[in-house]
């Protein structure tokens, strides 16, 4: 499986405020460079604490893309996969429309009666780990249903947890020209962090794009 990473950023790293609010970061011009990335993945994946803050609905916002993609042969949209260890994604959800196919990764300690209201309202569960989602198992169950081609949007748990099992193949950051701050604002990579340099991923940057008023970093990991 290729996993693509892309997220914007304030210049100063930060994905929202301490609130963690959605706050428009990029313009129509990044806007439309996304709906492209997903145009051309299988599938688009969040954490769930970007669906319970955010509701997003994570479909193509150009019609014409998802009419090509219905004539080579693929689903109009790609599918949508939550990583939700504790199947606390909403069951009136965006994303459990019936606009694509949405997988849940949830692990075992998922509430069982959980896990049947979300699969009643839409959902495919897919159950891998114990107490948190095993990331890598969970992305080989996908790939094994033909997702080949993996976008995620974030939020900063879910992009730090894919980095730290070595699963992001690429990294495609907008880089906007504002300063959010606080210590406790989301960042690109949340989580636990790295300690040791032999630790940190090292990236390769390829290009940069000015895009509205910013800039799109791209780097293949």
């Known amino acids: 499986m290729h996993v693509v990473v892309n997220a914007a950023t304030s210049a100063d790293g930060k994905l929202s405020s301490r609130r963690r609010e959605q706050i428009k970061?990029?313009?129509?011009?990044?806007?439309?460079?996304?709906?492209?990335?997903?145009?051309?993945?299988?599938?688009?994946?969040?954490?769930v604490g970007t669906v319970l803050a955010d509701d997003p609905h994570l479909v193509l916002d150009v019609e014409d893309r998802r009419v090509q993609r219905l004539k080579n042969g693929r689903p109009?949209?790609?599918?949508?996969?939550?990583?939700?260890?504790?199947?606390?994604?909403?069951?009136?959800?965006?994303?459990?429309?019936?606009?694509?196919?949405t997988y849940l990764l949830v692990a075992d300690v998922a509430p069982d009666d959980r896990v049947a209201a979300l699969e009643d309202?839409?959902?495919?569960?897919?159950?891998?780990?114990e107490e948190r989602v095993d990331l890598a198992a969970g992305l080989a169950e996908l790939?094994?249903?033909?997702?080949?081609?993996?976008?995620?949007?974030?939020?900063?748990?879910?992009?730090?947890?894919?980095?730290?099992a070595g699963?992001?193949?690429?990294?495609?950051?907008?880089?906007g020209s504002?300063?959010?701050?606080?210590?406790?604002?989301?960042?690109?990579?949340?989580?636990?962090?790295?300690?040791d340099r032999e630790e940190f991923?090292?990236?390769e940057l390829d290009s940069v794009e000015r895009l509205d008023d910013g800039v799109?970093?791209?780097?293949?990991?």
């Open 25 to 47: 970061i990029s313009g129509p011009e990044d806007f439309d460079r996304m709906d492209r990335i997903r145009a051309a993945a299988d599938a688009v994946m969040v954490g």
């Open 76 to 101: 109009g949209n790609p599918a949508r996969v939550v990583a939700d260890s504790r199947a606390r994604t909403p069951t009136d959800a965006r994303i459990l429309d019936d606009e694509a196919v």
């Open 121 to 129: 309202a839409g959902a495919v569960v897919v159950r891998a780990g």
């Open 143 to 164: 790939e094994s249903r033909d997702v080949e081609r993996l976008m995620v949007e974030g939020g900063g748990e879910l992009i730090f947890s894919l980095f730290a």
């Open 167 to 175: 699963l992001v193949d690429e990294l495609s950051l907008y880089v």
């Open 178 to 195: 504002l300063v959010i701050g606080g210590r406790d604002a989301p960042t690109l990579a949340d989580g636990e962090g790295f300690v």
């Open 201 to 203: 991923p090292q990236l």
């Open 216 to 221: 799109v970093l791209h780097y293949t990991v």
